[in-house]
């Protein structure tokens, strides 16, 4: 009987972490801007996804358009787009995605899971795959220092 319940718990401890399963610590705003796969979600983003390289909002804002009102919720906003991700629960977030002039708003609650082979987390909604030949996505600011001449 010993036995049986040691091998039943060496199988579960052995079996694959599937999309779903809550993230082992708590998740903090300014994680979500480093590490949430914005290839998981339906979003204003899923051109940008199919061209660029780029899969994390701190791929598409610098950490000057980060405003956090409290521990656990994030604003991201740039001159044409806001990105506000809400941790619900422990593995839920609502995120707003929005266009400033007011031409896109949607809102939507997802559960998330922590995926340990890419260190990020996901939601298992979908993925839009990184295309083979994917452009690197330059922001703003990197655009600016680039036409500056050097000192």
Do not use: W
Not at 74 to 102: A, C, H, M, P, W
Not at 129 to 146: A, G, I, N, R
């Amino acid at each position: 009987m010993i036995s049986l319940t040691l091998l039943i718990v060496l199988f579960t401890a052995c079996s694959p972490k599937a999309p779903g399963v809550k993230p082992p610590f708590v998740i903090y705003p300014y994680e979500f801007y480093e590490r949430f796969n914005l290839r998981t979600i339906l979003s204003s983003y899923d051109g940008h996804l199919k061209f660029y390289c780029a899969s994390y909002p701190k791929d598409f804002f610098t950490p000057e358009e980060l405003y956090m009102p409290n521990t656990d919720k994030i604003i991201i906003q740039n001159e044409t787009k806001r990105l506000t991700f809400e941790l619900f629960s422990e593995d839920k977030v609502i995120i707003i995605d929005e266009r400033i002039d007011g031409s896109y708003s949607a809102k939507f609650l997802y559960k998330i899971y922590y995926n340990e082979e890419h260190d990020d987390f996901r939601t298992d909604r979908f993925f839009i795959e990184k295309p083979k030949d994917c452009k690197e996505y330059v922001l703003k600011q990197e655009k600016e220092e680039k036409k500056s001449p050097d000192q």
